[in-house]
């Protein structure tokens, strides 16, 4: 055996200068400094207040349109008796027979509730507090994965204030919305 071969110790690497974790393998990294997360604080926290107002907005435009279909079905099912149809139109008015649209929100979802006159209370849909993803209810407590609209853009929360039902059909993903 040569002198320059050892057979007792494999070969070492040399050692870097630079802990390989504190190492950066590209300028482009995903990590926020706290310097850049306080600068954004404002901002975040102006997208959380948008996104209670556009929430806030939902139930109202939810309200309206549980009132327009009210009126509606007054005026188609109660044709037959005028005196019924008039006391029914009346109360739809003053609102004694609407459903409530309320938000109750959670860690991280505004939670748009549906009550009935009876106080039965159903899910609308989750709004997520930080995006401002709409969602479709997937059960009381959870939304669906994937979001259906996202009040952020300016056109999707138009659609969405325009085209909004009480049912919650425009939620659906083959709903009528081409955005």
């Known amino acids: 055996m040569s002198s320059d071969q050892s057979t007792d110790c494999p070969p070492t690497a040399p050692q870097p200068s630079i802990s390989p974790y ?11 400094t706290f310097a850049d997360y306080c600068a954004t604080a ?4 102006q997208i959380t207040d948008n996104v209670k107002l556009w929430t806030e907005m939902l139930c109202e435009a939810l309200v309206l349109d549980f009132k327009m279909d009210s009126i509606r079905r007054a005026n188609f099912f109660n044709s037959t008796d005028p005196e019924y149809k008039a006391k029914r139109l009346e109360s739809i008015e003053r609102g004694d027979c609407l459903y409530k649209f309320y938000i109750e929100t959670g860690r991280k979802y505004h939670k748009v509730i549906m009550e009935t006159e009876s106080g039965s209370r159903s899910v609308h849909c989750f709004v ?3 995006t401002g993803e709409l969602h479709k209810a997937a ?4 939304p669906v994965k ?5 009040l952020r853009i300016i056109t999707e929360r138009e659609f969405v204030l325009e085209k909004c039902d009480w049912s919650g059909g425009y939620l659906y993903k083959n709903a009528y919305y081409t955005g």
């Open 128 to 130: 997520n507090i930080k």
């Open 146 to 150: 994937e979001p259906r609209f996202d």
């Open 139 to 142: 059960s009381f407590k959870a």
């Open 42 to 45: 404002d901002a975040r926290q």
């Open 22 to 32: 504190t190492e950066h393998s590209s300028d482009n990294d995903m990590t926020t």
